[in-house]
C-alpha cells in the first residue's frame, strides 16, 4: 500500500482499521494500545497525535488521539473518515455531569449533541442540524454497556466550544432541556460522520459533576475509565460481524 500523507496524518493507505476509537488524550490512546490491542503498532505521530492499530478478539482495531475541542476532532476524523477508509469513530472520552440523576463514573451514550458552536455554518443549511449518532453503534453500545452491568444514560450530550465559560449561569438552559451532559467534540465528530457518510458514536465516562461537585483526578481519566475503553472496543468487534 501507498503512503497517504495529510497535514495532520502521515500513513499507509491501510494504516487503520474500519473503526477507530477516538480519546482526546494521547496518553490514553497509549493506554488502550498498551493494555487491549495485541501486536498494536504505532502508525501515526504527527504532532504527538498517538495513533495505533493492532487486534482486540481478532478485529483490526485502531485507537488515535483528537485533542481537545471541536476544530481538532473536526480535523482528524474529517481526514480518517477521508482518506484512509475509516467507516466508524467513536469518540471514548470525559464528560461533565448536568442531570443530577448521572454520576461520576456513569457511563453516557451521546443519542444527539447539542452545541454552541458554529460548525454547521459550513454546510450553508437554511435552518438548524440536528448532529445525531448513528443508530447501529448507538444499539451495539447499549447492548455492550448492559453486558458490562454499567450504568449508564442515553440521550442528549452538549458540545460546548468553552471549557472556561465567563456566563456562570450558561449551564442552565441545557439543564432545563433534560441535556445530561457537557463535552467539546461529539457535535463535530457526528457532523463529519453524515457528511461523509460514514458512522460516529460518542461513549463518555462521567469525570465530574456540575451539580454536585464531584471530581475524577487528571489519573483517573487518563487511565482508569476502563469500563468505556471495553465497551467501545466490544462495539467496533460486533459492528464488524
Known amino acids: 500500500m501507498s503512503l497517504v500523507t495529510t497535514p495532520h496524518i502521515n500513513a499507509e493507505a491501510d494504516a487503520f482499521g474500519k473503526t477507530v476509537l477516538m ?6 490512546s497509549k493506554f488502550i494500545a498498551e493494555n487491549f490491542l495485541e501486536n498494536a503498532t504505532l502508525v ?19 485507537v488515535m488521539a483528537s485533542g481537545m475541542g471541536m476544530p481538532t476532532i473536526g480535523i482528524y476524523s474529517y481526514e480518517l473518515f477521508k482518506f484512509f477508509g ?33 460548525y454547521a455554518a459550513q454546510y450553508g443549511l437554511r ?19 448492559e453486558a458490562a452491568g454499567a450504568v449508564y444514560h442515553v440521550g442528549n450530550v452538549l458540545s460546548s466550544d468553552v471549557f472556561y465559560n465567563d456566563n456562570d449561569d ?14 467539546m467534540e461529539a457535535a463535530a465528530l457526528y457532523m463529519n460522520a453524515a457528511r461523509c457518510g460514514k458512522n460516529a458514536l460518542a461513549i463518555l465516562t462521567v469525570s465530574d459533576s456540575m451539580v454536585t461537585g464531584e471530581q475524577t ?7 482508569s475509565f476502563t469500563q ?12 464488524e460481524k
Open 228 to 239: 468505556m475503553m471495553e465497551i467501545a472496543l466490544n462495539t467496533a468487534v460486533n459492528i
Open 23 to 28: 480519546p482526546g488524550d494521547p496518553l490514553r
Open 44 to 62: 501515526n505521530n504527527i504532532r504527538g497525535i498517538q495513533g495505533y492499530t493492532g487486534t482486540y478478539k481478532g478485529t483490526k482495531v485502531s
Open 127 to 145: 435552518g438548524t442540524f440536528a448532529p445525531i449518532a448513528s443508530y447501529p453503534l448507538m444499539r451495539e453500545a447499549i447492548l455492550q454497556s
Open 217 to 223: 483526578t487528571a489519573q483517573e481519566r487518563q487511565s
Open 86 to 118: 475509516v467507516e466508524n469513530i467513536m469518540r471514548i472520552g470525559s464528560t461533565g455531569a448536568l442531570q443530577e440523576k448521572v454520576h461520576i463514573r456513569d457511563i453516557v451514550i451521546g443519542m444527539g449533541a447539542c452545541t454552541n458552536s458554529g
Open 170 to 183: 450558561d449551564n442552565a438552559g441545557w439543564q432545563k432541556m433534560g441535556v445530561l451532559c457537557v463535552e
